[in-house]
């Protein structure tokens, strides 16, 4: 007997042979992946009490997101047509307008959206513009993640300079200013990392972000290069990794003058990068989280195909999901070769098979978890989802990584297991009441907009409609 067995699938493998098995099995027993083979042999060898058919369904490994952020699932489109004002106005939400109620039912509704969307591990960023004055807020919503059931990797560190920082702490409905130095910030980031290793929970651990990589003129901010010491003794005496955005010209100074890059690091974005960051980037292993949809790749472009030319392991990932995009991956994989496709005017560029390894098993080595997530192995973590391939933009299903690479969306994930256990069977999500989720969700929404002032940016802007910009 094992725990689970899924039967008749087409199992997309993402295994080092990259082996599709048609009318495919696989057995699960304690959260692994037992025995992977054709249906006819695993059914002669195991049998379940949860048996899992999955006829007309691909089957294939959770996708892993490398880069999202805490915080914005409540605040979805809100001040996006504000142009540059959209991160200081946010920034600023997020000291004086969130609570810790907030932070949990943000926690909620954006691991939801994940599993429903079959990302089964995500990275969650909540440094630089989010609360790190107390460790109630990172905690409050890691425990709406676990109500979910995903796995995640916290991304937590200093806010951004200037310290100390501003933030409002809401009793009774009441605002109560109080301020926290760079000392304090970092101070948290250890509670919040000590009480969640203590509890032991391998679907989630936390990782250090700070607030920049780097800020140009290091020279003339001697306190700032301090600071980054002692993130980096953090980083050491707990063995973190480290994640953060990173852009032109901050990785040279990282790497050169304060010896920061590693196979421990990924970096979000870089865009605008030399050719000379590229190979640092390359000799020092550093990983890079590329997100087609961010805005901050608008203006210039993050060099994917140079920095996946030099070896560099590039993950695709949403940025999700303010001010204008969502945790669905497989929107993103074709974001991410249109826009290549687009540079190089090549339509041969970025093959459906290397972005389905950038949200699987290349994604799974970005965060280090290569030897347990990633593909669909003897011995890995049972993260698997399955596709419903019985649909008119799916049928007829040959040629199948094509099609999961230019035609499936996130609403077409169909069933998903994490650690072996089912947490969305046919579309629902049982173990959680969705519906209330939902509700509450949109009532805080707007409770959080009305503390922090913003209903104006819910309104349609001037030129919205019949003009070309507004
Ligand atoms: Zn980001």
Redesign the pocket.
């Known amino acids: 007997m094992v725990d689970t067995l899924i039967t008749n699938g087409i199992l997309l493998t993402i295994d080092n042979k990259r082996r599709i098995i048609y009318n495919g099995a696989i057995a699960i027993d304690k959260g692994r992946i037992l025995d992977i083979g054709t249906t006819k042999a695993l059914e002669s060898t195991y049998s379940s009490d949860i048996v899992i058919d999955a006829v007309n369904k691909v089957v294939m490994p959770g996708l892993i997101d490398t880069?999202g952020?805490a915080g914005h699932s409540l605040v979805k489109t809100v001040a996006e047509n504000t142009r540059d004002d959209w991160i200081p106005i946010m920034e600023t939400f997020y000291r004086e307008a969130t609570t810790p109620k907030y932070w949990y039912i943000d926690g909620t509704l954006s691991a939801l959206e994940r599993l429903k969307f079959g990302v089964t591990c995500g990275l969650s960023?909540l440094g630089s513009s989010a609360r790190t004055d107390d460790s109630v807020y990172a905690l409050q919503h890691i425990k709406g993640i676990r109500k979910i059931g995903i796995r995640d990797i916290v991304a937590v560190g200093p806010a951004k300079p200037p310290y100390p920082n501003t933030y409002v702490k809401w009793e009774n409905n009441l605002p109560l200013q109080i301020q926290a130095s760079f000392n304090h910030n970092l101070e948290v980031t250890e509670q919040i990392l000590l009480k969640i290793r203590s509890e032991k929970d391998d679907q989630l651990d936390i990782t250090m972000s700070p607030p920049t990589l780097t800020v140009g003129g290091i020279q003339d901010v001697p306190e700032l290069r301090e600071e980054i010491e002692s993130m980096q003794e953090m980083i050491e005496k707990w063995n973190m990794k480290l994640h953060t955005?990173a852009y032109t010209g901050q990785i040279k100074v990282a790497h050169e003058e304060l010896d920061l890059l590693g196979s421990h690091v990924s970096l979000?974005?870089c865009t605008g990068l030399s050719k000379e960051e590229i190979q640092i980037l390359a000799d020092t292993d550093t990983k890079v989280c590329h997100?087609p949809s961010?805005r901050s790749i608008i203006p210039i472009r993050c060099p994917v195909v140079e920095l996946l030319d030099a070896g560099v392991t590039v993950a695709i990932s949403t940025?999700g999901s303010a001010p204008d995009r969502t945790f669905d991956l497989f929107k993103e994989l074709r974001q991410a070769m249109s826009l290549q496709r687009h540079f190089f005017k090549d339509e041969n560029i970025m093959p459906p098979g290397k972005v389905i390894e950038m949200v699987t098993i290349d994604a799974a080595k970005t965060l280090g978890y290569e030897k347990e997530l990633g593909s669909l192995e003897i011995g890995k973590k049972a993260d698997i989802i399955l596709i419903d391939m019985m649909k008119p933009h799916l049928v007829p299903f040959f040629m199948i990584p094509h099609r999961i690479a230019y035609e499936v969306s996130g609403q077409d994930v169909d069933t998903v297991l994490i650690n072996g256990e089912v947490k969305m069977e046919n579309g629902k999500v049982s173990h959680v009441n969705e519906l209330n989720i939902l509700q509450k969700a949109q009532e805080e929404a707007q409770a959080a907009i009305s503390r922090g002032g913003l209903e104006k940016y819910l309104d349609i802007p001037k030129d919205f409609w019949g003009h070309t910009r507004y």
């Open positions: 880069h952020h960023y955005h979000a974005h997100s961010a940025d």
